[in-house]
């Protein structure tokens, strides 16, 4: 049975970021036990408003969020990368069921979100965008590059 994951560890931006939804925020990430290190997200809130009213909220422990019963706290703090396919990417968000099969979107109210722009290109390593199970289904997944991946496109 292969090793879990890295969990993606204590993420959070400032109160002043997330209230002006400035163009950046960070996740703070441990990987096999190390002291967190933050990872600098740039958002592209110009072309993808929602997207990045979604991502900053489930970074933001400090809001208040619509909560549910299978989701008393949305928020990508402890999360995992549940999937890291090496050359590829790393997926996480799934603060539901830690499998790649959960989702929540507090902008939703829970549900899913409609596709925004897809001016930006997947074009080298680092690029962060929301991982979904088909047109419109955007929730708290995403995926980081690690190279360029045209195919994504």
């Known amino acids: 049975r292969p090793p879990p994951p ?32 933050p990872v600098v ?7 993808c408003p929602q997207t ?3 991502f900053i909220a489930l970074c933001d422990t400090e809001k208040e969020c619509v909560t549910t ?3 008393p706290q949305p928020t990508y703090r402890g999360c995992q990368f549940h999937r890291v396919i090496p050359n590829f990417m790393a997926q996480g968000g799934d603060f539901e069921r830690f499998d790649g ?4 979107s507090p902008i ?3 549900g899913a979100f409609r596709d925004e722009s897809f001016r930006r290109l997947h074009d080298k390593a680092g690029i962060l965008s929301m991982a979904n199970s088909g047109k419109n289904t955007n929730k708290s997944q995403f995926f980081i590059t690690f190279q360029a991946t045209p195919h994504l496109n």
């Open 69 to 71: 019963k299978a989701s």
């Open 52 to 54: 990045c009213k979604n």
């Open 108 to 110: 939703a109210a829970g």
């Open 101 to 104: 099969t959960g989702g929540y």
């Open 6 to 37: 890295p969990p993606l560890a204590l993420p959070s931006i400032s109160r002043e970021m997330a209230d002006s939804i400035e163009s950046h925020c960070y996740l703070m990430v441990s990987v096999a036990g190390s002291d967190p290190l």
């Open 41 to 47: 997200i740039e958002l592209f809130t110009k072309d």
